[in-house]
């Protein structure tokens, strides 16, 4: 699991790319949680598209971003998911805390 972090003015995007599992989810969120902590941005995305696989590990990995964001009174947008991975995270309440966005939604709102 690889994760790429794009920080500009108020926004962080975190890319995630591979397996996000219960050996790699530790080591991503470091990786967020240090750039976050340093920019204090308003808003984190968080971009599934080059995601292989996830187990409920991703799950964990995005509430506790949120937690993380919520400190500094930002907000958070889960982007480029599968539709069943839009289903399960919807399931798990995130759409609650974040805008989950399918990737046909991203080139919907491009065109």
Known sequence: MNVTI???GNLVVAYLIGELDHHSAA???EKIDNVV???KPERLILDFKNITFMDS???GLVMGRYRLIQNYKGSM???NVTPHTKKIME??????IAEI????DIKETEE
Do not use: F, T
């Open 6 to 8: 794009e920080a500009s």
């Open 27 to 29: 080591d991503v969120r």
């Open 37 to 39: 902590s340093y920019k």
């Open 57 to 59: 590990s991703g799950i």
């Open 77 to 79: 947008e889960i982007r």
């Open 91 to 96: 399931l798990a309440g995130l759409g609650r």
């Open 101 to 104: 966005k399918e990737i046909k």
